[in-house]
């Protein structure tokens, strides 16, 4: 909208002569002087009516381009009029200052940085060359978290840049400014924000990054051979970002435990076939601790899938266009949706899905008094025997532990992570999810009293616990 008096109210008047009903929302000049995001609650109908009357006011504008800022430093005599010739030929261009910033150092030159906003990428080449005969010149690069430099379109800008790295559809991209904005507002309004609106942008874009760096040459795991305490061989497959994967294998079978983020799916698969022999002619099974973006995006490289009731309901609402399990919380909904976007995610369709049932041959599964972590049932895969406890949505809906007590095998899944055993590259990319979603858990004293429940499960000795994230970690329990 036009960064005038009364804008607002224009856009409010029209919303409510139309009989509806504002639910959300948020407009920071400081962040974007332009863009004001209103959610608004109505039939198909009543919308497409809202929308033709603010389009009309000139408030929807679906011109998407490019258009991002460039910081480019200029190499002026420090004399009277030497900025004018290169302010003329940026007027020439219709380039948009946004940044300026120049002081007197004692020597003959002064060195001008200016920040433009440039929406035809096609016009740079030339204006480089045109400033070039002015005077010495050169782009610069900035830490954009650091130095914002146009506020004017921001969160256009912001999203065109990482849309770029990511290859981004228009509604992607749309659906990437509406949630780093809800995100925002969440942190804004539980005074979480550390002072500064435009962090939560900087970890965005920071994610952005790594994802996008961290796949094909660069995807480069931490594979750590496994031994049980019966003597099954397998590996721990652990990315730069996204969940573990655990894998155990015989002559006709893999096991696999959970399978990171989408975008990361072939180069999954080129590790699996790399270390697994056959890996393509064997069945494959996958158990999958809990429905999380960054647990589920290969799933379809396996044939079946084993999990929960509630992360079987979390994939029918995907498949239905219905919020999944993590999008009913409003604090976690905008990260778990701009997760999908920047890693690829689509839900799975043709792979077959079991969800673990109690087994009433079996003896009763043990349930100390006051344990959070309900049996769920047994799943025998490789001739290894686990036992299968169901959380209660502490770190996240659909959560499940498998316990091999034979093998003396935990597999956790995020209900336990081995912080201290991360990687540089796991623990800079773990440490943005926390501040973006306030918590990476739903429920944080129960996550912590599910942990100790987990713990609890186990006769003493020893015990390997593959972790959703993290090396392996070794306990005994005396």
Known sequence: MPDRVGAFYLADRCITNLGLNITRVSYNKAVDTHTLFLEVEGSEEELARAEGALAALGYLNEDTGSGHVMLIEFKLRDEPGSLLPVLALIDSFHFNISYISSQENGTPYQYFKIGLFVENQSEVSLFMHRAALLCDVRVLDYDKSQKILDNTVFYLSFANEISEKMGLS????????????????????????????????????????????????????????????????????????????????????????????????????????AQVPDFDKKEKILFLTHPDV???????????????????????????????????????????RISKILSRYTPPQTVEMRQVEPDNSCPVLPHPIGCLLAPAGRVEVLGM??????????????????????????????????????????????????????????????????????????????????????????????
């Open 170 to 273: 228009r509604d992607e991209k749309q659906g990437l400014i509406l949630n780093a904005n809800l995100i925002m507002q969440n942190l804004d309004d539980r005074d979480a924000a550390d002072g500064t609106p435009l962090k939560t942008f900087e970890y965005i874009g920071k994610f952005a990054e790594i994802l996008s760096h961290s796949g094909g040459a660069d995807y480069r795991p931490r594979i750590t051979p496994l031994t049980t305490a019966a003597g099954m061989h397998g590996i721990l497959i652990e990315p730069p970002c996204g969940s573990n994967t655990c894998v155990f294998w015989n002559d006709d079978t893999v096991l696999a435990v959970d399978s990171g983020f989408s975008c990361y799916r072939e180069d999954l698969a080129a590790v699996l076939r």
């Open 385 to 478: 025997q686990f036992e299968v406890y169901e959380g209660c949505g502490g770190h996240a809906p659909g959560e499940i532990v498998f316990i091999c007590r034979e093998h003396r095998l935990v597999f956790s899944g995020d209900i336990f992570v081995n912080i201290k055993g991360f990687t540089k590259a796991q623990a800079r990319f773990n440490s943005l999810a926390p501040y973006l979603m306030t918590s990476v858990d739903t429920a944080p004293a129960v996550a912590g009293k599910q942990r100790e429940d987990m713990f609890s499960l186990l006769e003493s000795g020893d015990w390997t616990v593959l972790c959703g994230h993290g090396a392996p970690y070794l306990y005994h329990k005396p």
């Open 294 to 336: 960054d647990h589920t995006g290969a799933v379809d490289l396996f044939d079946v899938v084993y999990l929960s009731r509630t992360a079987m309901a979390h994939f029918e609402n995907e498949r239905s266009a219905l919020p999944a399990c993590r999008e009913d919380n409003p604090l976690h909904a905008p990260y778990v």
